[in-house]
């Protein structure tokens, strides 16, 4: 059984900087593309950011492209999402995906129905 747990998440003004981070056990980190999405009260889940198996492509949403950076630690079996100048629309239940991919090469889908395995999330506030 695949588990991902996320972590990082928090309160914090807008402006500021948060790293959430995602640990992943049950199956190697390494046969997977990763992904982040996020989802805020009443709307549907969101791609965040997505990371090959190699570590060498990434994909990000427009929304968050140039503010946040999706990395992979293979030996920690850990994904991070660095967050940087967060403004308030950020604020959301981000959550953590793996996609079991025979592709070393292609990030991850934009797709959440492509990930086979979710976190819990974690929530991240940003205020005024």
């Known amino acids: 059984q695949v588990l991902l747990v996320e972590s990082g998440g928090g309160l914090v003004q807008a402006g500021d900087s948060l790293r959430l981070s995602c640990v992943i056990s049950?199956?190697?980190?390494?046969?997977?593309?990763m992904g982040w999405f996020r989802q805020a009260p009443g709307k549907g889940r969101e791609f965040v950011a997505s990371?090959?198996?190699?570590?060498?492509?990434?994909d990000y949403a427009d929304s968050v492209k140039g503010r946040f950076t999706i990395s992979r630690e293979d030996a920690r079996n850990m994904v991070n999402l660095q967050m940087d100048s967060l403004t308030l629309e950020d604020t959301a239940v981000y959550f953590c995906?793996?996609?079991?991919?025979?592709?070393?090469?292609?990030?991850?889908?934009?797709?959440?129905?492509?990930?086979?395995?979710w976190g819990r999330g974690t929530q991240v506030t940003v205020s005024s």
């Open positions: 049950g199956r190697s980190l390494r046969v997977h593309a």
């Open positions: 990371i090959s198996r190699s570590g060498e492509n990434r």
């Open positions: 995906a793996a996609e079991l991919s025979p592709d070393y090469y292609k990030a991850g889908s934009k797709l959440p129905e492509a990930y086979d395995s």
